[in-house]
């Protein structure tokens, strides 16, 4: 309950699968409907003779919107009308709570996906050589492409698990609505900075010397050593602290100390 505070790792397993068990009929329909989907979609491109492409664009697919679309439903019960008090009563502290959705969500389902594609092109390249006599190699997990789609996941997966905790209804949507806005607004904000320290340059008032034009190449590598750094380092551990906040928030709210 919201009393235990401290960390117990065996409360976190139980929780993990709890989740794990509670959700496997409608994974089992989910991968049972991607399979479906995915075997149509390479028998089309082997019959019209375009199959030999990378797997990365449909890995990337699943894994980024299959993600979002997973994470931005994993707080339902938190916001469900008869189901929140028995979420935020569950034997674990908030602590668990939020770590148990976040591990599921992010590296447990990274891992799930790459065992998924793999089992997967392993069938169709069986397949493939059964049929249509034609050796097809199996999507290769440890190409050094994949981990920079994973790290890029869990970056981004940390915003739409803020969305979940934060959104009672229609999360994923709400999320990407946003973010749309907030990249509006920093667009305009930027355009604005830039207008009113260059501003001479748009006027056409200034002669451009090499060094202002090297000064400005300067400025802005450190600009995106610094947009890197935020991303990459910052962004994740942020909105997951953030999240975390929301859910006690939520307990608080429902009047569960």
Same mark, same amino acid.
């Given at each position: 309950m919201g009393s235990d505070q401290y960390f117990n790792p065996k409360r976190l397993w139980l929780l993990l699968r709890n989740d794990v068990l509670s959700f496997y009929r409608s994974t089992l329909i989910s991968v049972g409907t991607l399979v479906v989907v995915l075997l149509l979609f390479f028998f089309v491109?082997?019959?019209?003779?375009? *199959?030999?492409?990378?797997?990365?664009? +449909?890995? #990337?697919? /699943? %894994?980024?919107? #299959?993600?979002?679309?997973f994470t931005s439903s994993s707080f339902n019960d938190l916001h469900h009308k008869h189901k929140s008090a028995l979420f935020l009563t569950l034997p674990s502290s908030n602590l668990e709570k939020f770590l148990g959705k976040l591990i599921l969500t992010s590296v447990g389902y990274a891992v799930g996906v790459l065992v998924f594609f793999h089992l997967f092109t392993l069938l169709v390249s069986g397949l493939n050589l059964l049929f249509f006599d034609r050796p097809l190699t199996p999507f290769n997990p440890f190409q050094a492409h994949i981990f920079e789609y994973i790290g890029a996941y869990l970056v981004t997966q940390? +915003?739409?698990? %803020?969305?979940?905790?934060?959104? !009672?209804?229609?999360?994923? /949507? !709400?999320t990407i609505l946003s973010i749309s806005g907030f990249f509006l607004a920093l667009m305009l904000f930027s355009f604005f900075v830039i207008w009113l320290f =260059? !501003?001479? =340059?748009?006027? #056409? *008032?200034?002669?451009v010397e090499t060094f202002q034009i090297e000064s400005v190449i300067h400025? !802005?590598? +450190?600009?995106?050593? +610094?947009?890197? /750094?935020?991303?990459?380092?910052?962004?994740?551990?942020?909105?997951?602290? /953030?999240?975390?906040?929301r859910l006690r928030e939520s307990e608080v709210q429902d009047g569960i100390s």
């Amino acid at each position: 309950m919201g009393s235990d505070q401290y960390f117990n790792p065996k409360r976190l397993w139980l929780l993990l699968r709890n989740d794990v068990l509670s959700f496997y009929r409608s994974t089992l329909i989910s991968v049972g409907t991607l399979v479906v989907v995915l075997l149509l979609f390479f028998f089309v491109s082997t019959v019209s003779g375009r *199959q030999g492409g990378s797997y990365l664009p +449909i890995f #990337g697919l /699943i %894994l980024f919107i #299959g993600g979002f679309l997973f994470t931005s439903s994993s707080f339902n019960d938190l916001h469900h009308k008869h189901k929140s008090a028995l979420f935020l009563t569950l034997p674990s502290s908030n602590l668990e709570k939020f770590l148990g959705k976040l591990i599921l969500t992010s590296v447990g389902y990274a891992v799930g996906v790459l065992v998924f594609f793999h089992l997967f092109t392993l069938l169709v390249s069986g397949l493939n050589l059964l049929f249509f006599d034609r050796p097809l190699t199996p999507f290769n997990p440890f190409q050094a492409h994949i981990f920079e789609y994973i790290g890029a996941y869990l970056v981004t997966q940390s +915003i739409f698990l %803020l969305g979940a905790v934060t959104f !009672k209804t229609r999360a994923f /949507i !709400k999320t990407i609505l946003s973010i749309s806005g907030f990249f509006l607004a920093l667009m305009l904000f930027s355009f604005f900075v830039i207008w009113l320290f =260059y !501003k001479d =340059y748009f006027t #056409g *008032q200034v002669v451009v010397e090499t060094f202002q034009i090297e000064s400005v190449i300067h400025n !802005k590598h +450190i600009f995106v050593e +610094i947009v890197r /750094i935020l991303f990459w380092v910052v962004l994740a551990p942020f909105l997951w602290w /953030i999240s975390y906040l929301r859910l006690r928030e939520s307990e608080v709210q429902d009047g569960i100390s």
